[in-house]
């Protein structure tokens, strides 16, 4: 037995648009190729009248061939194969190759040009020289094959015959695909004079294809359409969000792929197609692509790099950062530099601070200040600056500043503060060094009223203050008149509320 593989230009049987043009072929016997005697059994024992012989066949190459010439009888003569396994195969081809006489040259009573061709499936090769029996069924008919071409007596026209039986792929004689494990063919001669050159026993395949980054397998048909699974080629993936899809295509029942694959399989992060649909290779160094689909590579963004080829991203320079919410092709960007020019001006107990843009943004839009204040002591001769407690209140807020001015109140007198002004980015947090700052000392004078702090209870209203309980509050000193609540009393807003001087 001969098994091999080729593949061979096939006609389009479906109704489909045809992807590939080549098939492959699996081939299970082809006497073409056998160099001995091949030792088929013929019927009746007593009677053979098939021969085998060497000859030469159409490009003169020799092969084994058996004969037969019965134009005076009627009588059947049998000639079957070798048990051949089908394999994986449900539908089987059969190409017979062979000479046939023309009738009219013999004027022979029984002549015929035709001969049948039948089948017996079997689980094994359990054939004998009188089983089966020797008859159409258990034997079942495949065809009866009639020539195209006829030889005459002495000489003429010497070409040979070639016909391709399909067994298995749909109704024959009430046969479906073939099921047991093997089979073997029969050919009945009844009056022909005729010569079988080849038997070629095979099926066909949809060969591995990769189509739409996808690597789809080797397929056998077994109805009008195979459906085959495929999976994403290397380096490609099915991108975030995509519906599940798996990659398949149809394989025909001829072994050629049909159709359009369904694959939702792109190049990964870090790769980009190759030129074709069928490979993805990786972005060079210096070069990277953030996510999976059809886009190619890109240079790394400004202040970034990469020297590691299929890079989903590149790295930032030192000193340079992304910030969480930056995209992966966004430019790695810095702190800024600290604000400019701070200028200060006090009111009794209440501070007006502002100062200029600092000259570098790190690369960003998104600029912000934060205000920090710092309460100094000299405590012998050591100065001590903790941060100011919540007395000390910022309009119109102490962090996330985009204005470059605030106004401090609740100062203390005769105190001395040091206020920093830090500029802040997106990529402050990641900096492994405080944001860049100015600073600017400021003194208050003795005759700054003191903290107002009043407390509601109930119903009625108490004033503390460092000389104790008075039996009527006063108004703040220092507080514009415009703020001076009605009466000279503070609307309560909540439980408790302290005013420093009067200014919420």
């Known amino acids: 037995m001969e098994a091999e593989s080729r593949g061979s230009g096939l006609v389009v049987l479906l109704p489909l648009l045809v992807l590939c043009c080549w098939a492959e072929e699996e081939v299970l016997m082809n006497t073409k190729l056998e160099t001995s005697d091949l030792r088929w059994t013929t019927h009746p024992a007593e009677d053979p009248q098939w021969d085998e012989v060497s000859g030469l066949d159409d490009e003169q190459n020799s092969v084994r061939i058996h004969e037969i010439c019965t134009p005076d009888s009627a009588d059947s003569y049998w000639l079957r194969t070798r048990w051949i396994p089908r394999g994986a195969a449900t539908t089987l081809y059969v190409e017979i190759r062979f000479t046939m006489m023309e009738c009219s040259s013999l004027n022979r009573r029984h002549c015929k040009e035709t001969f049948n061709v039948f089948f017996y499936e079997s689980p094994s090769d359990s ?3 009188s089983r089966p029996p020797w008859m159409e069924n258990p034997y079942r008919k495949l065809s009866t094959v009639a020539a195209d071409h006829l030889r005459r007596r002495g000489g003429g026209e010497r070409r040979s015959n070639v016909k391709t039986l399909r067994l298995g792929a ?5 046969a479906g695909p073939l099921e047991e494990a093997g089979l073997y063919l029969a050919f009945q001669s009844q009056g022909a004079c005729m010569a079988l050159l080849s038997v070629r026993v095979f099926y066909r395949k949809c060969p591995p294809l990769r189509r739409a980054f996808a690597s789809f397998p080797e397929t056998i048909p077994h109805s009008l359409v195979e459906q085959a699974q495929g999976v994403c080629v290397e380096n490609a993936v099915t991108p975030p969000g995509e519906q599940a899809r798996p990659a398949s295509m149809l394989c025909g029942e ?10 939702s399989c792109s190049c990964r ?3 980009e197609t190759g030129g074709s649909d069928v490979h993805c290779r990786a972005c060079p160094s210096v070069q990277f692509k953030a996510g999976s689909g059809p886009g190619g590579c890109s240079p790394c963004p400004a202040n970034s790099n990469t020297l590691i080829p299929g890079s989903a991203y590149c790295l930032c320079h030192h000193g340079y950062h992304r910030a ?12 800024p530099s600290a604000p400019r020019l701070l200028i ?11 100062w200029s843009e600092p000259l570098e943004r790190g690369g960003r839009s998104d600029l912000t200040y934060r205000v920090l204040c710092s309460l100094c002591s000299s405590q012998g001769l050591a100065a001590s600056c903790p941060p100011c407690d919540d007395s000390v209140l910022y309009r119109p807020a102490q962090s996330g500043l985009t204005q470059r001015r605030v106004i401090v109140w609740g100062l203390r007198p005769h105190s001395s503060y040091v206020f920093t002004v830090q500029s802040l980015n997106g990529v402050s947090a990641l900096s492994q060094s405080e944001p860049a700052s100015g600073s600017v000392n400021v003194s208050t004078s003795r005759d700054v009223p003191p903290p107002c702090v009043r407390s509601q209870e109930s119903s009625s209203l108490r004033v503390q ?3 104790g309980v008075e039996p009527e509050p006063e108004p703040c000193a220092g507080l514009p008149a415009a703020l001076q609540p009605a009466g000279g009393l503070p609307v309560a807003v909540s439980v408790v509320q302290f005013f420093f001087c009067g200014v919420i």
């Open 127 to 129: 054939a004998s020289k």
């Open 170 to 174: 749909g109704p024959v004689d009430g």
């Open 254 to 263: 001829d072994g050629q792929w049909v159709g359009q694959p369904v694959s």
């Open 269 to 271: 992060p870090g790769y």
């Open 324 to 335: 969480d919410s930056d995209p992966p092709d966004a430019a790695c960007t810095r702190p």
């Open 344 to 354: 200060s001006q006090t009111n009794e107990s209440s501070l007006s601070l502002e």
């Open 465 to 467: 203050s460092d000389c």
